[in-house]
């Protein structure tokens, strides 16, 4: 999906000001970063990933409610894989309507709910084994997902001037047949907010009760103008 974004989305944004929201460790901004060398790139997140700091990368945490002061305004902001972990959308939708310029444009990607129901059945399953309490997931609000991602965006922006523009479905098979590429596959699919050391015991943990392992993905692109 990030290669689908950077090769085919990003043509036009060689130096524009790019807004990465829940940016996770930076791994999308930096690979910006090595094809748009001029871009400017920020990336904020409520939580802080040692991974983040690069040069050219301007790293900030906040407490998911309150937008942070100054941050500026910015001709493209991703908002990739977070939405499903956000209560109140419309109030963070409307922090980046604010941070928009006036062309500019939002992206927001998410998944299938078969996806997201499957994540939530690893990282229950993960709380379980580990004994850990199943509250440190955050929110996963898995309503937000390819099925029904245009029904509350629309409602979200009637009235704003922006809309909905283009909306891509794109589907990939991961099949990990040994444990190192299950291994790559859990750390890949990390969609919680647990803390480094914990999630590496889960990983291991679960890649005990798996022999070969196939996941069908679809993950939705949704572009706002
Ligand atoms: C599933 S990860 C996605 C990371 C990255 N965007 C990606 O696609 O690989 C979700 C990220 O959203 C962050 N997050 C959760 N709630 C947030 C909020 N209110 N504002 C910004 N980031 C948030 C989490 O800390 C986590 O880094």
Request: overall charge positive; aromatic content about 10%; charged content about 25%.
């Amino acid at each position: 999906m990030f290669l689908f974004i950077i090769n085919f989305l990003l043509h036009s944004l060689n130096g524009f000001r790019i807004l990465d929201v829940g940016c996770g460790d930076c791994y999308f901004l930096k690979k910006i970063k090595q094809k748009y060398p001029l871009s400017i790139l920020h990336g904020i997140d409520i939580i802080y990933n040692s991974k983040c700091k690069c040069d050219g990368i301007d790293h900030i945490i906040y407490d998911g409610t309150h937008w942070p002061k100054n941050l500026g305004k910015f001709s493209t902001i991703f908002c990739m894989n977070v939405m499903y972990h956000i209560t109140d959308k419309a109030n963070l939708i409307n922090h980046f309507l604010h941070a928009l310029d006036e062309n500019g444009t939002i992206i927001i990607t998410t998944k299938s709910n078969k996806n997201l129901q499957n994540l939530e059945r690893i990282h229950t399953k993960a709380c379980e084994l580990l004994r850990l309490d199943p509250n440190i997931k955050g929110n996963l609000v898995s309503e937000f997902c390819s099925e029904n991602s245009q029904i509350i965006l629309s409602k979200i922006l009637r009235g704003t001037g922006k809309r909905i523009k283009q909306k891509f479905n794109l589907c990939s098979t991961i099949i990990a047949s040994n444990k190192e590429e299950l291994k790559k596959y859990f750390s890949s699919c990390y969609r919680y907010s647990i803390n480094r050391s914990d999630y590496k015991r889960i990983t291991e943990k679960l890649i005990d009760d798996y022999d070969i392992f196939v996941d069908y993905h679809i993950e939705q692109v949704i572009v706002i103008g």
